[in-house]
């Protein structure tokens, strides 16, 4: 094993030590306070899938949710090239063509912000609705069944932002006593 993996390895022990994984202190778990919740179900749902097997219904829910997440990024992927491409083409030439020649000088920018934008849409708003209507639904239904099969089930955390110049402050007026 080459040092570094090794080092890195001793950490993880040293610090498995003191704090478990799931604990919401633990800013390297998938149950760290400061996640959002969504992000704390989804990491949850991923480590109960391995201990249970779903049923076909869920096994379709599954499959058809990816199905639609894949739609969704490659049809907005497409969506994006055809808006530039509309734009460029038929609003920025005919009424603005100083922008439309800046346009040809930089259309991979110009058609990278657009795609980019609706995709990033795209992705965030398939993610949230992945989570609520797969992930949270099915987490509740085989979180027992999981147990049963030797899951450590823990209490998703609540979230809670941590403020570090407070932290920080206190810190340095107990050094200073």
Request: net charge neutral; hydrophobic share 30%; proline share 5%.
């Amino acid at each position: 094993m080459p040092p570094k993996e090794k080092n890195s390895k001793l950490q993880n022990d040293q610090i498995s030590v003191y704090m478990q994984e799931t604990d919401p202190m633990n800013p390297y778990g998938p149950n760290y306070e400061e996640l959002p919740q969504s992000t704390k179900i989804y990491y949850k749902f991923n480590k109960v899938k391995k201990y249970v097997h779903f049923s076909k219904h869920d096994e379709e829910l599954i499959l058809n949710a990816n199905y639609k997440f894949m739609y969704h990024i490659f049809g907005s992927l497409a969506l994006g090239i055809f808006l530039s491409y509309s734009t460029k083409q038929f609003l920025w030439r005919p009424f603005a063509p100083k922008l439309h020649e800046y346009i040809a000088d930089y259309k991979g920018i110009y058609y990278g912000l657009i795609t980019s934008s609706l995709m990033t849409y795209a992705y965030f708003s398939q993610t949230e609705g992945y989570i609520n209507d797969v992930c949270y639904p099915l987490l509740l239904q085989y979180t027992q069944q999981a147990v049963d099969n030797g899951f450590e089930d823990y209490k998703i955390s609540d979230y809670r932002q941590v403020d570090m110049e407070q932290i920080i402050k206190s810190k340095r007026q107990q050094t200073q006593n």
